[in-house]
């Protein structure tokens, strides 16, 4: 499982594998009980063995974005609701510096959700 997940990263082409490399660091940072695994074919964030969040990049534009899984409860001007009802977006253009302070304070938000027990996590 493992090398599957390394390799998603090292089948990407430039700019876009160091981008999601720098996400996907970003998101372990932010709290220490946040794991990463495969599913669906792609980078998934969980915490405490719930998922919050995938890596992906866009069909059409192979630019690099955050699915946040409970987007529905979380209000930032940058994410993205589509024609999902449940999820919501945050789109990265890969040859710009990352938004490093707006991708922690959404990803901050989804973990609160998590935290405060408004998603329930089993025990």
Known sequence: MVQEIHNYYLNKTEPVKSCLLALRSIILQ????ITETQKYGMPCFCYK??????LWT???TDQPYMLMVEG?????????LG???RMKIFRVNATKDLPIKTI??????ALDLYRTGVIKIKA
């Not at 932010?30 to 009980?33: F, T």
């Not at 063995?49 to 995938?54: A, E, I, R, T």
């Not at 922690?104 to 938000?109: A, D, E, S, W």
Request: net charge positive; glycine share 0%; with cysteine.
């Open 58 to 60: 866009d069909k059409k």
């Open 83 to 85: 024609d999902r009802k």
């Open 49 to 54: 063995k719930k998922v919050f969040c995938y």
């Open 30 to 33: 932010q709290d220490n009980m």
């Open 72 to 80: 529905a409860y979380l209000n930032h001007p940058l994410l993205e």
């Open 104 to 109: 922690k304070l959404i990803l901050q938000q």
